[in-house]
């Protein structure tokens, strides 16, 4: 199974920090993306990072991709209140995306 | 330019009945995907579809489970003869190809109900 895990499984962190989830996969990939998904919603696209990157950003978001080490990590700086979601990684695979558990991440104001 | 759209929003069924979902893709997108997110766990790939033609159906539970994307019209995941296994969040998702990001558009999603 290609099926990516994220860690950690829960995070709760006060506004202001920063914030870091990690992600494994287990096979070769062209990209690995990172969504959110607030609580009964659908998911948002965060940002993608291919397989020839190492490192990207995005307003307060930071990805890193190592493939020596099929890992990838999410940062969010400064967090806000609204960042309360859950955070998925996903690897595309042929035709289809395989997500990975999630982390919920929860930020206290 | 709207997003995936996805209807009905929630849906209710007893055990037995059938359940048809369905999603408009954006504009221009003719590649739908759909997922199953059960509580608290990610979301499953079951089946991408292009129109009119059924891609793959990998990930799709062999019995009761359907899925179409007519040349005309939204794409329907129909299921038949609900079980409260199949209570979950359904998602569908569309890319305007089979693009080398996999890159794909998420509507908010259909949650079904058995009682």
């Known amino acids: 199974s290609q099926q990516g895990e994220e860690d950690p499984q829960a995070l709760s962190i006060q506004e202001g920090e920063n914030a870091t989830m990690n992600c494994s996969y287990k096979t070769s990939i062209n990209n690995l993306q990172w969504y959110r998904q607030n609580s009964g919603r659908g998911l948002v696209h965060l940002i993608l990072?291919?397989?020839?990157?190492r490192e990207k950003h995005s307003g307060r978001l930071r990805v890193t991709l190592d493939t020596s080490k099929k890992s990838s990590s999410l940062l969010i700086t400064a967090s806000r209140a609204a960042d309360t979601a859950s955070y998925f990684c996903?690897?595309?695979?042929?035709?289809?995306?395989?997500f990975g558990a999630g982390t919920i991440l929860r930020v206290k104001s | 330019n709207a997003g995936v759209m996805q209807n009905p929003r929630h849906l209710v069924r007893r055990r037995g009945q059938e359940a048809r979902l369905r999603c408009s893709p954006m504009?221009?997108?003719?590649?739908v995907y759909w997922y199953r997110q059960l509580p608290e766990e990610g979301l499953k790939f079951m089946v991408y579809?292009?129109?009119?033609?059924?891609?793959?159906e990998s990930g799709m539970p062999k019995e009761r489970f359907s899925a179409e994307f007519p040349k005309e019209g939204p794409s329907i995941l129909r299921i038949q003869q609900v079980v409260r296994g199949d209570s979950a969040a359904y998602f569908c998702?569309?890319?305007?190809?089979?693009?080398?990001?996999?890159?794909?558009?998420f509507g908010p999603g259909t949650r079904l109900t058995v009682l």
């Open positions: 998702a569309s890319s305007p190809r089979l693009a080398e990001s996999n890159e794909q558009f």
């Open positions: 990072i291919r397989s020839n990157e």
């Open positions: 996903a690897t595309g695979y042929g035709n289809k995306l395989v």
């Open positions: 504009k221009g997108h003719s590649h």
């Open positions: 579809l292009q129109k009119e033609n059924i891609i793959d």
